[in-house]
């Protein structure tokens, strides 16, 4: 194919435009998207689908440098459509990137949480040297996930206002980002809500889409209050299911494993060593115990 500057000067001459064309065409020629477009495509072109689509290519330039806000989230691309050069619409990366987001809030679902845990992301959680071991061991399990659905999650202990919550909010993001749905569940609150399950009989089926989620985050463990029936019929049904399964299970707590053996130890009405240990079996099949530390990141 000839130079294209000089096909666009021709086609100008014969068709007399005035001054003003000549110099709108020749910038909209030069704007580096459609030289970038006619270098690409030169095998294809010719002259005559050049001349044919010259007020496409005028449109296109004064399109991209002052968008219509109608078109907010997209972006206007040319392409060959038979014997003429056409515009068609691309999101732009801003949207895609936007949405990428949006799909992967919505595969959260955080029951007696904060609706802000949905937006963490893992990314702005600050890199402090108390939290390496933690992040490093997120990465891991990450990256393990890709391959492997059925893996063994963390046990984020360490002071109150760390940020555990905060953290295991952005793992729910890249997990949720992976295409994994997530359930991230407090639990001090929910177990001190699951009277209200008796009149409609759900509480079941609550169980047993919790213990059935492909991801679950306990966050706060070991600041509820247990009865006997909490422990065992709740919490250890929903751990059981889990480890026969081995689907990935986080947790947060204020307390270490050995811990939350003595938490598990007391019920309300009780002490029961055995019952504790049976379910500590449980978390520590589920889950690696990682500290983090830090300041108290409250108020
Ligand atoms: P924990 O669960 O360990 O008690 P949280 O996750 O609730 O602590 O964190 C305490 C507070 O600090 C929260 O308000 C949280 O939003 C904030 N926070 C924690 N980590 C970060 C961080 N990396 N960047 C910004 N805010 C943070
Ligand atoms: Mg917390």
Known sequence: MEDISEVITRIIKK??????????????????????????????????????????????????????????????????????????YVPTEAKLKSEARMRAKHRIELIDLPKKLQSVELAEVDRTPDRKEALKNIAMFLAEFKKNKHIKGLYLTGDFGVGKTYIL??????????????????????????????????????IDRIASAPVLIFDDIGAETLSEWSRDDVLGVILQKRMDNVLPTFFSSNITMDGLNEHFAETRNSVDEVKARRLMERVRFLSKEVFVGGKNRRN
């Open 15 to 88: 068709r007399k435009l005035g001054e003003d064309s000549k110099k709108i065409a020749k910038t909209a020629i030069k704007h580096p998207k459609v030289q970038a477009f006619l270098a690409q495509n030169k095998e294809r072109l010719n002259k005559e689908i050049v001349q044919a689509s010259l007020p496409t290519i005028f449109n296109y330039v004064e399109q991209i440098e002052s968008p219509n806000s109608v078109m907010e989230g997209y972006t206007p691309r040319l392409f060959l459509n038979g014997r003429v050069i056409d515009i068609t």
């Open 169 to 206: 909010a952005g793992v729910a993001n890249a997990i949720a980002r992976q295409g994994s749905r997530v359930v991230f569940l407090h639990v001090p609150s929910f177990i001190a809500s699951l009277g209200s399950h008796f009149q409609d009989n759900s509480l079941n089926d609550e």
